[in-house]
């Protein structure tokens, strides 16, 4: 580790690093030794398929369609990890794709190891973050699947602004028929308003 990086840069946790490519992958691997518990280099995907890491980060070279990969399966398997991508001359389309689909972060190659360090300090809050609103959403969906699509279209209209008497008449339902609707979403949503209900909603991603 080089004089003056200061201790909390290293992430103290093991990288898995993904790249096909030997000689970035090599060059990669020696930027991050001095921030990381300990790296460990792969080629392919495959073999962190067949035995995913307990804990730690996947850092992924964004080539081919490697992340997209990466990012199917965690979805498939439920084996959500927080991953890093990096790339060369990143594309802002690139950067997006890697960001909607679940990446923590995204670096430019090549990157000096103190950009990365600097970088690194917030991998493993944002990681956090973003398993935890990976909690929220899904127990958010689990709550919402008690209604039935027809209460799921009333909360999303209140959520919208509509009055109750503008859902009514917007749905060709009777105002009491409205009511009872509101009443059993908040009762099977166990929330004590309208607010309350519409933020189940939000956090589900609907």
């Not at 995913?52 to 399966?73: E, N, R």
Request: net charge positive; charged share 25%.
């Amino acid at each position: 580790m080089q004089l003056g990086w200061p201790l909390t840069s290293r992430l103290k946790t093991l990288v898995s690093l993904v790249d096909p490519d030997p000689v970035r992958r090599a060059a990669v691997a020696k930027s991050l030794a001095p921030i990381a518990k300990d790296v460990n280099s792969l080629g392919q995907l495959d073999k962190l398929f067949a035995s995913w890491p307990p804990h730690g980060i996947i850092v992924i070279a964004d080539c081919a369609s490697l992340v997209a990969q990466l990012q199917a399966a965690m979805r498939t398997t439920k084996e959500s990890r927080t991953h890093v991508v990096f790339g060369e001359a990143p594309t802002p389309g690139a950067v997006v794709d890697a960001m909607i689909g679940g990446a923590t972060d995204y670096l430019a190659w090549p990157s000096t190891p103190r950009e990365i360090s600097a970088r690194a300090t917030a991998w493993p809050m944002r990681g956090a973050n973003k398993s935890r609103r990976a909690e929220l959403r899904k127990l958010a969906q689990r709550r919402l699947a008690k209604l039935t699509k027809r209460e799921i279209q009333v909360l999303q209209l209140m959520a919208e602004g509509l009055t109750s008497d503008e859902i009514a008449t917007s749905l060709h339902l009777g105002i009491k028929t409205i009511g009872s609707h509101r009443y059993r979403m908040f009762k099977e949503l166990e929330v004590d308003g309208l607010a309350k209900a519409v933020r189940v909603l939000i956090e589900a991603n609907f």
